[in-house]
């Protein structure tokens, strides 16, 4: 089993749609939880961190569940620039090792 | 500030030749991190430092070698290439003792071995 698990899509959406995201993690002990946006043949970029009381910045939401070890990202009025993988990252065995989920893309078509 | 920067972008290599890349940050970050990226398999720690003068093994460490000479470099080298290693290399840094460890990276060096 992989230590972050996302399902790789594509998700396919129109403008101003809404879409969600999910990951599972493996490791009960992480402490830190991110996702990261990374555009086609570019470096990977912190989109934001995510709290276990859930956060929102903007159109973006990210909730937390640690009893089933699941993280979520929510995208509201979804804009062709949001198109991009967006990798679902936790904290490994040592608190300054990151996991790196494998992504997920999302395209946004007009 | 540049952030982190890597050297060279691109490179074609033969079967059994050797090359370093070379990675900066200029935010003073206590730790450094070479990745590798390939196509389904997202990103995996090669190796990394946490600090000035130590290195350690990450996930996929075979096939290459690491230095942390000085606080702002570190450098990857591949001793003799091979095909498995044609890859994206990311290269990161990041802030040391806190909750909140936020990795930057640099903008990659895509290598081709032939």
């Known amino acids: 089993r992989k230590e972050v698990e996302q399902d790789p899509g594509p998700f396919n959406v129109p403008e101003g749609a809404t879409v969600a995201f999910n990951c599972t993690y493996s490791n009960s002990a992480s402490q830190s939880f991110f996702w990261y946006r990374q555009d086609c043949r570019k470096e990977p970029k912190l989109l934001m961190s995510?709290?276990?009381s859930g956060n929102e910045d903007g159109r973006f939401t990210a909730q937390l569940n640690r009893a089933s070890q699941y993280i979520s990202l929510l995208i509201r009025d979804s804009k062709l620039s949001d198109s991009a993988t967006y990798l679902c990252?936790?904290?490994?065995?040592?608190?300054?090792?990151?996991?790196f989920g494998s992504g997920t893309r999302l395209l946004v078509r007009p | 500030n540049a952030g982190v920067t890597q050297t060279p972008k691109f490179r074609v290599l033969k079967t059994g030749q050797s090359m370093t890349l070379l990675c900066a940050q200029d935010?003073?970050?206590?730790?450094m991190y070479w990745y590798r990226q390939d196509p389904g398999m997202g990103l995996r720690l090669i190796h990394y430092?946490?600090?000035?003068?130590?290195?350690a093994k990450g996930e996929v460490p075979d096939g290459y070698n690491v230095s942390r000479l000085k606080k702002q470099n570190f450098l990857l080298g591949l001793e003799s290439a091979a095909p498995s290693q044609t890859s994206v290399y990311f290269c990161?840094?990041?802030?040391?003792?806190?909750?909140?460890?936020?990795?930057?990276f640099g903008p990659g060096t895509r290598l081709t071995v032939l």
């Open positions: 990252v936790v904290n490994g065995p040592s608190s300054y090792k990151l996991i």
């Open positions: 430092s946490v600090g000035e003068g130590t290195t």
């Open positions: 935010m003073n970050h206590e730790y």
């Open positions: 995510v709290y276990s």
């Open positions: 990161a840094s990041g802030t040391s003792g806190s909750s909140y460890n936020e990795q930057f």
